[in-house]
């Protein structure tokens, strides 16, 4: 088992950057695949970056795509996912997530059911 911690959420306004960060620790990680998703009140989670541990490829929402970035930091065992133009349908819980299986799948697994071990989540809103 992994244990996730983010953080770095927060209030920003509409334009703004936040850096979240999500430090793993329990296991060894190269097998890895990590992803934030989020979840806004009354919708399902969904999934919006994902990265490998080892190579470092990535994936991203269509709803994201150039606004978003994650990456890590192996010697740190910290994930990051860096938000710039920030929007108010930005605003949910964000999640990091690990998937065990991550490393052998074609692509970075994009459901939430595909991942074994979740952190807390952490408040992101973007006001207007």
């Known amino acids: 088992q992994v244990q996730l911690v983010e953080s770095g959420g927060g209030l920003v306004q509409a334009g703004g950057s936040l850096r979240l960060s999500c430090a793993a620790s329990?296991?060894?990680?190269?097998?890895?695949?990590m992803a934030w998703f989020r979840q806004a009140p009354g919708k399902e989670r969904e999934f919006v970056a994902g990265?490998?541990?080892?190579?470092?490829?990535?994936r991203y929402a269509d709803a994201v795509k150039g606004r978003f970035t994650t990456s890590r930091d192996n010697d740190k065992n910290t994930v990051y996912l860096q938000m710039n133009s920030l929007k108010p349908e930005d605003t949910a819980v964000y999640y990091c997530?690990?998937?065990?299986?991550?490393?052998?799948?074609?692509?970075?697994?994009?459901?939430?059911?595909?991942?074994?071990?979740w952190g807390q989540g952490t408040q992101v809103t973007v006001s207007s």
């Open positions: 990265i490998r541990w080892s190579g470092g490829s990535t």
């Open positions: 997530a690990a998937d065990l299986l991550g490393q052998i799948r074609s692509l970075i697994a994009t459901i939430p059911a595909a991942y074994d071990d």
């Open positions: 329990g296991r060894t990680f190269t097998s890895y695949a």
